[in-house]
């Protein structure tokens, strides 16, 4: 079994895993086998160091790669020790993931509902709009995803609305009343944004003695992929769950750090050895990905970067072609290029999926879209929007939210006029004012609104029907397979009939699928009591989407030509790529040269 764990090892990737320091980080230079030291490193404490696979906390910074580890470990383990019930029950997600999982369990604790509803950027999106509504600001001046933004970093920062003190500057004293007003909403209707997991997470752990210390008893070990990745909020979380006497296991790599933009912190991996004494450093420097060519390349221009730990990729691969540069008159010539060469290794038997063309900013992507089009080449923006995000799920995943809880304002507000039932936006401003006055969510307003006849006939006739909709919807679907409730709320509630109307009918016809593919998406839901923290398969499925539409994953390949940002190809591989835009500016962006 040993032999299983260490055999398919390098020596610097057998070193890293059978570290016997309580800290141990693993600088691991791109394509060098993070994923595999981390899965090993979890069977070979459990194996040789005789660790409980569920005393092992892991966190990666996708759902895919954390159901990758958990099937790889079970795979591992289940030859010699066997994990009942397969991976059921591993504390191995992202961030978000186990954050979730930890407020579900401890949701007294965090002043939190049982069935608490995970917001995604969209409708925080709009919560933010109706708060700058509300306190009769202008959006052209105030704009919504500028004040979501300056929420999310003060959440990251780990501060409340409470801790923020005004200080005569406008933009920090005009969003503090809109952070409260946000935080008052959320909390009525059992909602939490993205950052509200991390950070109501963190303080569940921090102001709970006796419940941090059961955790750091439990996990003898915490193991975090991608260190150079992690935020204040992130670190803070998981030194909390870290403690004196267990042991940290990150894997990352100094150079690889692409994140500052939205909070990630150098930092953390720079000095990890000053925050945990003794540390034990292990370098991953054998490339499995890349040819020498490439790596040296790499190499020398990394090397120029302050303030690194320093490492060196090599392989025992080909030295590969040559890399080439080709000086572009202009934007339209380069994109000619790129294209022509493209077709020609199409030629060759290249499958168009096999070429990629990255960028430094989104924008940039039109010149190489009108090019591959006239050349008739079928394109992909990988990174577009995902399943989730699409408006038509949204609108349906609305419903279903309402129906788990009444008091979900991000979906009332999504739904209540969708599909149109004659409410207009003064009805619906008055609606929010009278929840903001009296303190209750939209859908308790309604029904005070309804019953005190505040709104004229036709308003208050399609405020009633939206209500009863959604009660007999409850009702009717309580009993019934999770599929059957989803498909009903999509007919019943009239996002089907409003797809069949839709005057594009190729739209139209698209989005249906999408409804379908829902309804598909229920029908392969696994729900498991045991595993649901007390959640109904309802609350469960929801928080699920929530968490997979949260995920910067795309979808399945097709056939085509990849474009996508260099963000957005972190972990990827392709054996044709086309780096662009390499411009002053552009690439390297002017943002980090001003740094």
Request: proline content about 3%; overall charge negative.
């Amino acid at each position: 079994m040993t032999n299983r764990i260490l055999d398919p090892l390098n020596s610097a990737q057998r070193e890293a895993v059978t570290s016997p320091a309580l800290a141990t980080l693993v600088l691991a230079g791109a394509g060098s086998g993070k994923t595999r030291v981390l899965t090993h490193r979890m069977a070979w404490l459990c194996h040789d160091q005789g660790l409980s696979p569920y005393s092992l906390l892991a966190v990666t910074f996708t759902n895919k790669a954390a159901g990758e580890m958990c099937s790889r470990l079970v795979d591992l383990l289940n030859a010699d020790q066997a994990t009942p019930g397969g991976s059921r029950g591993l504390w191995v997600g992202t961030f978000h993931s186990l954050s979730n999982r930890l407020l579900r369990l401890h949701h007294m604790e965090a002043k939190l509902p049982p069935a608490f509803q995970i917001l995604n950027s969209d409708d925080q999106l709009r919560l933010v709009k109706r708060v700058i509504k509300e306190a009769n600001l202008d959006e052209t001046r105030w704009p919504p995803r500028m004040v979501a933004s300056v929420i999310n970093d003060w959440k990251e920062q780990g501060l409340r609305a409470r801790h923020i003190v005004a200080s005569g500057e406008p933009l920090r004293d005009t969003i503090i009343p809109l952070y409260q007003e946000y935080e008052a909403i959320c909390q009525r209707g059992g909602m939490v944004d993205f950052t509200e997991l991390l950070l109501r997470a963190t303080e569940l752990l921090r102001d709970h003695d006796t419940l941090r210390q059961h955790y750091q008893q439990r996990f003898k070990q915490v193991l975090i992929d991608e260190f150079q990745d992690t935020n204040s909020l992130q670190y803070a979380w998981a030194r909390l769950l870290i403690g004196e006497a267990n042991g940290i296991f990150a894997v990352g790599d100094d150079d690889q750090s692409i994140y500052g933009w939205r909070g990630a912190k150098i930092e953390h991996i720079q000095n990890f050895a000053r925050d945990f004494p003794q540390t034990y450093l292990v370098r991953l420097e054998q490339n499995y990905r890349s040819t020498s060519h490439i790596l040296e390349a790499a190499n020398a221009i990394i090397a120029r970067n302050q303030g690194r730990l320093g490492k060196n990729l090599w392989t025992e691969g080909a030295r590969g072609a040559p890399i080439q540069y080709y000086l572009a008159f202009n934007e339209q010539d380069e994109a000619y290029f790129v294209v022509q060469q493209i077709e020609q290794a199409i030629r060759t038997g290249v499958s168009r999926s096999e070429c990629a063309i990255l960028y430094r900013a989104n924008a940039l992507s039109r010149v190489f879209e009108e090019a591959l089009i006239k050349a008739a080449l079928p394109y992909r923006i990988y990174g577009g929007l995902r399943f989730f995000d699409r408006a038509e799920i949204r609108d349906a995943l609305a419903y279903l939210r309402l129906m788990a809880n009444r008091d979900d304002d991000a979906a009332f507000d999504r739904v209540v006029n969708t599909p149109v039932r004659g409410l207009g936006d003064k009805t619906l401003l008055t609606l929010r004012e009278m929840a903001r006055a009296e303190g209750v969510s939209l859908w308790r307003a309604a029904q005070n609104a309804l019953f005190s006849g505040t709104f004229p006939a036709r308003a208050a006739g399609g405020l009633r029907q939206f209500l009863a909709l959604i009660e007999n919807l409850a009702e009717q679907t309580s009993a019934v397979l999770l599929a059957d409730r989803v498909a009903k709320t999509i007919e019943d509630s009239g996002l089907r009939a409003m797809q069949q109307k839709d005057r594009d009918k190729e739209r139209g016809e698209a989005r249906l699928e999408n409804l379908d593919e829902l309804v598909n998406a229920a029908r392969g839901f696994v729900f498991d009591a045991a595993e649901s923290e007390g959640m109904s398969e309802l609350d469960a499925f929801l928080s699920q989407t929530s968490l997979d539409a949260g995920d910067a994953q795309g979808e399945a390949w097709e056939d085509c030509v990849q474009l996508m940002t260099l963000h957005a190809s972190k972990g990827l591989e392709f054996p044709h790529v086309f780096l662009v835009g390499l411009e002053e500016g552009l690439f390297p962006h002017q943002m980090s040269l001003d740094e």
